[in-house]
């Protein structure tokens, strides 16, 4: 492993049409009320992970689920991958509280998701 290794998936992103029918689903399937509820976006933390429900996809238009790495360095992690073959779809921005997140796609056009926390 290098310095930059990943942290595991922690974080997965669903964009969904309605977002009450799929926060009442959700909230049944992981046996746990959100702990963000916005009407841009409702979040879960269910065994270690953070389950978030985007309203149609939101500015990024996520058009199916995207998986996000935690990792230690978003930028370095992003070289790397660009150096590999990688896209980057959405560079690292800031979504509050000092959280950083990238998106970027692989050569066969999956997107995937980087995330650092300050």
């Known amino acids: 492993m290098t310095d930059s290794s990943t942290q595991g998936i922690k974080t997965v992103l669903h964009p969904v049409s309605d977002l009450a029918k799929a926060k009442a689903v959700y909230a049944a399937l992981l046996g746990v009320e959100p702990v963000a509820d916005a009407p841009y976006y409702v979040g879960f933390d269910a065994a270690g992970q953070h389950i978030g429900l985007v ?6 238009d996520m058009a199916s689920p995207v998986t996000y790495w935690h990792v230690a360095d978003i930028e370095a ?4 991958v660009t150096a590999a073959g990688a896209t980057v779809k959405e560079p690292a921005h800031d979504v509050g509280g000092g959280r950083l997140v ?11 998701g980087v995330l650092q926390d300050s």
């Open 77 to 80: 992690k992003l070289a790397e």
């Open 55 to 60: 309203p149609r996809g939101g500015p990024q």
């Open 102 to 112: 990238a998106t970027f796609t692989d050569p066969d056009g999956n997107v995937l």
